[in-house]
C-alpha cells in the first residue's frame, strides 16, 4: 500500500506551464491537492491481509 501525491496530476501542472513557453525560475512553486491510495491486491493476499469489501467496492466505481 502507498498514499501520497498524484505523479501524473504534477507532471500535467508542469506542462502546461512549460506549454505556455515560462522558464522553470519562473512558474510558481504549486502544491499538489489530489492524493492516490494505491493497494496491490496481489501482494495483500499472498501476506494473508484482506481488504474490507466496502474499500474494494469503492475502487471499483472509481475505475469504473
Do not use: C
Request: net charge positive.
Amino acid at each position: 500500500m502507498s498514499y501520497g501525491i498524484s505523479i501524473t496530476d504534477g507532471y500535467a501542472k508542469w506542462a502546461r506551464g512549460n506549454s505556455q513557453g515560462r522558464k522553470p525560475a519562473d512558474m510558481p512553486v504549486v502544491q499538489s491537492i489530489k492524493l492516490e491510495f494505491v493497494i496491490n491486491l496481489k501482494t495483500a493476499k499472498a501476506i494473508g491481509l484482506t481488504v474490507p469489501a466496502p474499500l474494494l467496492a469503492a475502487a471499483d466505481e472509481v475505475i469504473e
